[in-house]
Nanobody, 115 residues
Framework: QVQLVQSGGGLVQAGGSLRLSCASS????????MDWYRQAPGNQRELVAT???????SFADSVKGRFTISRDKTKNTVYLQMNSLKPEDTAVYYC?????????WGQGTQVTVSS
């Protein structure tokens, strides 16, 4: 149905930047919403950023002003640009797409921010 393949992530020093990618097997404009979540060890998965089909975006307070979300329709890919990274941003990041009321998840990618 829908496959989401993530790339990017890795290890970066505090203050650095990373970009995560989430490539979809179908047009990203068929999704009502695409989200980025993260989960740190021992914590629940939390919503980080959302992009609706109309292109509107929203962000968790903890990342507002530092993270942006964008999309490339030619590549059917959504990006999470993360700037001014902090150690507390360390987590596994997941993209999620909502298609016909079903949720589909990427495989997750580790982001580690060293102090």
């Amino acid at each position: 149905q829908v496959q989401l393949v993530q790339s990017g992530g890795g290890l970066v020093q505090a203050g650095g930047s990373l970009r995560l990618s989430c490539a979809s097997s179908r047009s990203i404009f068929s999704f009502s919403v695409m989200d980025w979540y993260r989960q740190a060890p021992g914590n629940q998965r939390e919503l980080v950023a959302t992009m609706s089909a109309d292109g509107s975006t929203s962000f968790a307070d903890s990342v507002k002003g530092r993270f942006t979300i964008s999309r490339d329709k030619t590549k059917n890919t959504v990006y999470l640009q993360m700037n001014s990274l902090k150690p507390e941003d360390t987590a596994v990041y997941y993209c999620k797409a909502t298609f016909r009321l079903e949720n589909y998840w990427g495989q997750g990618t580790q982001v580690t921010v060293s102090s």
